[in-house]
């Protein structure tokens, strides 16, 4: 039988109108994996997080997330997370940080219905997961920025997804909150066997954290071992 990759990638060329960002892209993820994507800003990392997320169709080239076809697919929606880099949700958003991490569980909740006991259960081991958990009731306008992250990934996580893209989870924080978010990433990709790719430039997150390294300069420049990564950078 064939390998069953989490992500596969073959000649992905993707943009946007008179623009492309992405040429001629193949790699596969399989799972359990430590990735995070480097290269220049403007180099096509959201660009290619946003095809593998099936919210943008490559023009050329396949691309299958756990074997279909992502783009507009609901199915791999509710396997893959994603947060995205200027998050949508607006600071100032009137809500308690559970009602934050509940909108994770819209696939199978929907909009207007309120979450069940086993529903409420899991938002609370979500906050708890990243740490958050005496934090609940608390306005999610309270939190500082590195919070207000946490609580973004406990919506990534509530509604336990295979695989978590997350674009750059802590540029713009202090070393601080940085720390606490590799902390919560390195638990999720080592204990509750996570596949997690990450863009970042983050020195504490390709240390202490990543395995492979993929290099975005509109095509892929780099893929390999972070060992030969560093190595190639000294
Ligand atoms: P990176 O995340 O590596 O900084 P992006 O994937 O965001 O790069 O962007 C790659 C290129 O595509 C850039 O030249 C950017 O200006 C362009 N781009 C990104 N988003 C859009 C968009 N919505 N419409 C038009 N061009 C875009
Ligand atoms: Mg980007």
Not at 58 to 76: D, F, H, I, M, S
Not at 111 to 138: N, T
Not at 147 to 164: D, G
Not at 192 to 220: C, G, M, P, S
Request: hydrophobic share 40%.
């Amino acid at each position: 039988m064939q390998k069953k990759f989490l992500v596969e990638l073959e000649g992905v060329t993707a943009g946007y109108p008179g623009h492309i960002a992405l040429e001629d892209v193949s790699f596969r993820v399989d799972s359990k994996e430590k990735i995070a994507i480097v290269g220049p800003n403007g180099g096509g990392k959201s660009t290619l997080l946003k095809v593998i997320m099936g919210l943008l169709e490559p023009t050329k080239g396949e691309v299958k997330v756990l074997g279909q076809r992502p783009y507009k697919n609901c199915a791999v929606k509710k396997k893959v997370a994603y947060l995205s880099q200027q998050s949508a949700i607006n600071p100032n958003f009137p809500a308690l940080i559970e009602d934050i991490v509940k909108l994770g569980l819209f696939g199978e909740l929907g909009l207007l219905r309120w979450p069940s006991e086993e529903q409420k259960f899991r938002i609370i081991k979500a906050l708890e997961k990243v740490g958050l958990k005496e934090m609940v009731g608390e306005p999610y306008s309270h939190l500082s920025g590195g919070q207000k992250q946490r609580v973004l990934i406990a919506r990534a996580l509530v509604a336990s997804p295979s695989m978590i893209l997350l674009d750059e989870p802590t540029t713009g924080l202090d070393v601080g909150s940085q720390e606490a978010i590799l902390k919560i990433i390195k638990d999720l990709t080592d204990n509750e066997k996570i596949t997690i790719v990450a863009v970042t430039h983050d020195q504490i997150f390709l240390k202490n954290w990543a395995k492979r390294i993929i290099k975005i300069e509109n095509r892929l420049t780099f893929d390999g071992a972070i060992e030969d990564y560093l190595r190639g950078e000294a």
